[in-house]
Each structure stands twice: as C-alpha cells, then as structure tokens.
C-alpha cells in the first residue's frame, strides 16, 4: 500500500483541527455572555454562533473523511 504525500496528510489533519476551532468558537458565542465590546450581541450572535457550530461540523467531517480515505 501507497503512502499518501505528507501535504495531503496534513491537509486532513488541519481540516479537523480547525473545524474543532470553529466550533469551539461558536460554542464560545453560544455559551458565553462577556462580549468585550467586539463581538454581536442578541439574536445575531447566536446566529453567528450557530452557523460557526454548523460550518465547524461540516469541516471536521470533511477533514475526518479525508483522514480515512488515505489510510484505506
């Protein structure tokens, strides 16, 4: 079995982790109430969060995905 080139390995491995980080990030909005005067407030921070939670679901499963397919 092939190796797969060291770019496309890492390429799936920071997929993952940065789609964790976004949806860290949304659960931060989420969950959190201290603003610190830069971030949204009322309806559309929990907007913002939920759509950081979904778009961080969707790229750690493409990053997972990835992941399995190289060491098939």
């Known amino acids: 079995m092939k190796r797969k080139p060291l ?3 890492l390429s799936s491995s920071l ?3 940065i789609g964790l980080a976004y949806l860290g990030g949304g659960l931060y909005l989420v969950a959190s ?3 610190f005067g830069v971030l949204p407030s009322g309806a559309l921070r929990y ?3 939920a759509m950081l ?3 961080g679901g969707y790229r750690f499963y493409r990053g997972y995905s ?3 397919s190289e060491n098939e």
Request: no cysteine.
């Open 53 to 55: 939670i979904v778009y």
């Open 47 to 49: 907007l913002f969060g």
């Open 15 to 17: 997929s993952m982790v």
């Open 66 to 68: 990835l992941y399995k």
């Open 7 to 9: 770019h496309q390995q």
């Open 33 to 35: 109430s201290a603003t």
